[in-house]
């Protein structure tokens, strides 16, 4: 059974950076696709960055395009979300999801097969 470990989360200030990990325990991580979902109080999860295991393509929310970063270390088996610039609507439980999403599911929660437990980020002044 595959056990995702995020961790890095913390409360900063808005324009702060963040950068939270992953870490699977996978033997072949680098056939996964990794995904980073969020969900805040009240509302959906929500997509905010995937790096797919087919041509190691990344794709990302619209909400976090050009301030969020996500990278992988298949040797390591850990996956990163850089998260620059945060703003407080950046606040929420951020989630590391792996799996073999097909084009149509990589935005989804459907999509994949493992989650992780979450990482508390809270963006306030």
């Known amino acids: 059974q595959v056990q995702l470990v995020e961790s890095g989360g913390g409360l900063v200030q808005p324009g702060a950076s963040l950068r939270l990990s992953c870490v699977a325990s996978?033997?072949?991580?680098?056939?996964?696709?990794v995904g980073w979902f969020r969900q805040a109080q009240g509302k959906e999860r929500e997509f905010v960055a995937s790096?797919?295991?087919?041509?190691?393509?990344?794709y990302y929310g619209d909400s976090v395009k050009g301030r969020f970063t996500i990278s992988r270390d298949n040797a390591k088996n850990t996956a990163y979300l850089q998260m620059n610039n945060l703003k407080p609507e950046d606040t929420g439980i951020y989630y590391c999801a792996t799996g073999r999403p097909i084009l149509s599911t990589l935005r989804t929660s459907n999509g994949y097969t493992s989650w992780g437990q979450g990482t508390q980020v809270r963006v306030s002044s």
């Open positions: 996978i033997s072949d991580f680098a056939s996964y696709t």
């Open positions: 790096s797919r295991h087919v041509l190691r393509t990344t």
